[in-house]
């Protein structure tokens, strides 16, 4: 029941904050926009350290490896997985004109949401390979852990469905429609997770490798995405506050909880 409710709560912050499409009238302040981006990326990056690197490199080391070495390449190869897929699938960011991945007729709302879905996915990830090191037991990752960053990932993911859905709205689709778009970009979160827990769940020695493929994944959203959106035109400075609170209350939240 643990796991079940850990799996769901990420993909249910992005419900509820696809529902705020119903509940605000206008567009996002740029503003608060800004802070949201910032605070989510804050967010990103103290789970990759946290709940994910340094976890790996603890794992390594109790198996014996040399801990620095499945912490690297998982990483490195995390990156490279996310720049393919950035690559390859057609997707449109958040006040960009130009849409990347390989050319196609998608419309902009979809391409839009495909954006959001993209980044959706290494924290999927991230959620699934901690839940699977706690099944596993005897790797130092503990439920409550686990559970902590499901729950640090729901909190980020709570502005960014807001972020997709009132876009959305602005482009003339209607609430309902913007709001089970912006929480279906959220869906390959659980599915993600339980794929992983399933290709990680009885092979524990290569939990470290998928600890920091994940963080890798995570941290090429943040710095390709997230902080570039947080950080475009005026007030870059609130997106930057938005950094340290998102990244304060997830270490917070692995610390005490993990």
Do not use: C, R
């Amino acid at each position: 029941m643990e796991i079940f409710l850990g799996l769901a709560i990420p993909f249910i912050g992005t419900m509820l904050g696809s529902a705020m499409v119903f509940l605000m009238k206008n567009k996002i302040n740029k503003k608060i926009e800004k802070l949201l981006l910032g605070f989510a990326s804050g967010v990103m990056i103290a789970a990759s350290i946290w709940s994910l690197l340094m976890p790996s490199i603890e794992m390594a080391k109790n198996q014996g490896m040399i801990e620095w070495i499945p912490a690297t390449v998982g990483f490195l190869l995390g990156i490279f997985f996310l720049l393919i897929l950035d690559s390859i699938i057609p997707h449109l960011h958040l006040h960009a004109d130009k849409p990347e991945g390989i050319k196609s007729k998608l419309e902009k709302t979809t391409m839009m949401v495909l954006a959001v879905t993209l980044h959706n996915i290494p924290e999927g990830m991230a959620v699934g390979v901690v839940f699977a090191g706690a099944i596993a037991q005897n790797t130092g990752i503990t439920i409550a852990g686990a559970i902590a960053l499901a729950v640090g990932i729901a909190i980020q993911n709570f502005p960014e469905g807001a972020i997709i859905s009132m876009p959305l709205k602005s482009e003339g689709v209607s609430k309902t429609k913007a709001f089970l778009y912006g929480t279906l970009s959220g869906i390959v979160e659980p599915i993600g997770a339980i794929i992983t827990i399933a290709l990680t769940n009885h092979v524990v020695p290569i939990l470290p490798y998928f600890l920091s493929f994940a963080a890798g994944a995570m941290i090429y959203v943040v710095v390709e995405e997230l902080i570039p959106e947080a950080q475009e035109g005026e007030h870059s400075n609130i997106g930057t506050i938005g950094v340290a609170i998102g990244f304060v209350i997830m270490m917070i939240l692995d610390i005490a909880l993990g």
